[in-house]
């Protein structure tokens, strides 16, 4: 939230997305001669993790710099050569290398100081190749075995791809359909046409999770970005893409993809979120001594405090709806609807769902109040919870917008879904 509306970002930043970020995915040197790609450049940049050398630069999005209400930019840091993005879709973790690839924004993965105007880094141009119509079919396509859920199997064929950019539904889900903007949570199973060779993906991963982004934001790949949208979750899709939906002709050295290389997905769509979307459901009530909580649909939370309680020196928790998703972990980019308020008297000073527009962070990179990093990671997919966060786990001794010095805040929280991305 901005100075005058606060909320859980600790700098002081909207709750809303902010699309003037880059997101790159990065990756150990050793890993890419472990997993058998080519050698990586010598462009390298801080990981932000003590003790860690600094990990190669795998894939990257240049996206426009804005300056947040807080009055700083956002640092994204630097980045290697690439076009336009496999982003989200190559943050996984390898099994034989048992390193993690993870999701960076920012130089120290921490949001800058407010009276700090980080600078953005400068990076190579991406491709602008016209991106080719999409075609449900083509001379010859790759064969896929496997079902939604697991692993595919991808069989190419030896005829040569003839860059028709092919979207292919498998299999029809029964979920809410894709459309654009929509927060999707997608596994993928890769391969290189032209090479036969298989990208890293989402499946046979120790603790592997699915890729969260939003669909068709141009922010990815086209392959990735514009494939999902029209589709139900549930959805398996088979993805050619020729270099115009996929790298560009400079191709990606550092994943040994040629210049005229065709990338095959296979895609799972395993969620949809809207924007605007709320938790549904029979709520548990709050245990005597926490303020309860009123649903109002997709409007803000009424949240009624208790009369003369003191101020809690501890994290409270309350499990309002029970999510039956997995359970989120530290490091991951999570999409929430949100309602603050204070404790004292229950006066809203900020809710996402005034503005109708789910709220991202990820959890563990300090981006949010730690009353938020420690309530939200454990808690289920799915769940709705309430959280009350006393002053040294908010905003301590600082006023923040309406939020006075030393206060005690109060959180409705609805956990939308959860996965690896970049934090917006």
Known sequence: MSEKTSGPDEAGTTGQQRPGERESIVVPAE????AGWAAPSDSVRPAGEKGDEAPQVFASTQRKVDLSEAGYDEDPGSSGRLGAILG????VLL?????????????????????DAAKPAATDTPSQEPVPPIKDSAKALPTVTGDFGSKATITVPQDKPDGTFVVKELSAGTGPKVEKGNWVSVDYTA???????EIPGSYGEQNSKPQL????AGKLIPALDKAVTGHKAGSRLLVVAPPG??????????????????????????????????????????PAGMP????????????????GAADPTELKSHVLIQGKGRKVESGEKVVVQYTGALYKDGKKFDSSLDRGQAFTFATGAGSVIEGWDKGVVGQNIGSRIELVIPASLAYKDQASGSIPANSTLVFVIDILDAGVGGED
């Open 95 to 115: 099994i034989g290398s048992a390193v993690t690839m993870y999701v960076v924004n920012k130089d120290d993965s921490k949001p800058a100081a407010k009276s």
């Open 88 to 91: 989200t879709v190559l943050a």
């Open 245 to 286: 939906a996929a790298f560009g002709s400079q191709g990606n050295t550092q994943l040994g993809v040629g210049a005229t290389d065709s990338l095959v997905f296979v895609l799972d769509i395993r969620q949809a979120t809207a924007p605007d979307a709320v938790l549904s459901g029979e709520m548990t009530p709050p």
């Open 292 to 307: 309860q909580v009123k649903d109002n649909g997709k409007k803000p939370f009424d949240i009624t405090p208790v009369p």
């Open 213 to 216: 982004y939003q669909a068709d």
């Open 31 to 34: 890993m890419l001669t472990q």
């Open 191 to 197: 391969m290189d046409w032209n090479t036969g060779k």
